[in-house]
């Protein structure tokens, strides 16, 4: 209710806008008493780092994509002069203080992925001239599954129907509400059931035994800006 309010009264937004801003800048100057212990120090800038984290992805909700509610959009990426890749996907708004799940909105780092795959596929493992076996292909931290959805979108173009369904793409994410949101924009999508969506937590994958589709190698992995912080590089 209280990010309602924000979103719909221009001079609150703004003004929790210059405060998140100023609150994140600053962070790292607020001073440290003097005197405290080496177990202590840890627990102070580990709660000033979480501060700066919830800062931001406050900030995030007030000035991103997700303070426009539900919005639907289609991309349009051009392959050489005769080729258009159209997908279409929905961006919702994060609901119940759910920050992390950022997910739920096409990320800007996605749509340049697209456009440079569509550009020239070959450079990401996709020479549509010489594919003639079927392919797996994995994305981590899929979001909205614009990059997924290019990839069909483009793979259907060039080798039709049959050849195309006969590869599979995987896309992943860890938060279930972007899951949710990533599974209506593949329906959104013709041509695009051969797509399979699967909930994955990078820091608790196992070596083996592994429950298909992860029982298999994957030919190609994509990933659109995911390591965003620090856990997730570990």
Same mark, same amino acid.
């Given at each position: 209710r209280i990010l309602r309010e924000i979103r719909s009264d221009e001079f609150e937004r703004s003004y929790a806008i210059r405060w998140l801003?100023? &609150?994140i800048s600053q962070g790292d100057c607020v001073a440290v008493s003097d005197g405290l212990e080496e177990l202590q120090l840890e627990s102070y800038v580990a709660r000033r780092e &979480? &501060?700066?984290d919830e800062a931001a992805a406050l900030l995030a909700i007030c000035a991103g994509a997700s303070s426009a509610g539900t919005i639907s959009r289609t991309f349009v990426f051009l392959y050489a002069a005769d080729l258009r +890749?159209? +997908?279409r996907v929905r961006d919702v708004p994060l609901e119940n203080h759910d920050y992390s799940s950022v997910g739920a909105q096409t990320w800007g780092s996605a749509c340049l992925l697209s456009e440079m795959i569509v550009d020239a596929p070959n450079k990401f493992g996709l020479d549509l001239s010489s594919l003639d076996e079927p392919i797996r292909i994995l994305e981590l931290g899929a979001g909205t599954g614009l990059v997924t959805l290019t990839i069909?979108? &483009?793979l259907q173009n060039f080798l039709g129907d049959a050849s195309s369904k006969a590869s599979s793409i995987t896309a992943t994410d860890f938060h279930i509400p972007v899951l949710k949101n990533l599974r209506h924009?593949?329906?959104l999508n013709v041509g695009s059931s051969w797509i399979q969506t699967h909930f994955l937590d990078w820091s608790k994958?196992?070596?083996t035994p592994r429950s298909p589709?992860?029982?298999a190698p994957f030919d190609l992995i994509f990933g659109a800006d995911i390591i965003y912080e620090?856990?997730?590089a570990q």
């Open positions: 801003t100023a &609150l &979480l &501060l700066i +890749v159209k +997908v069909a979108n &483009l924009n593949i329906s994958f196992v070596i589709p992860f029982d620090m856990e997730h």
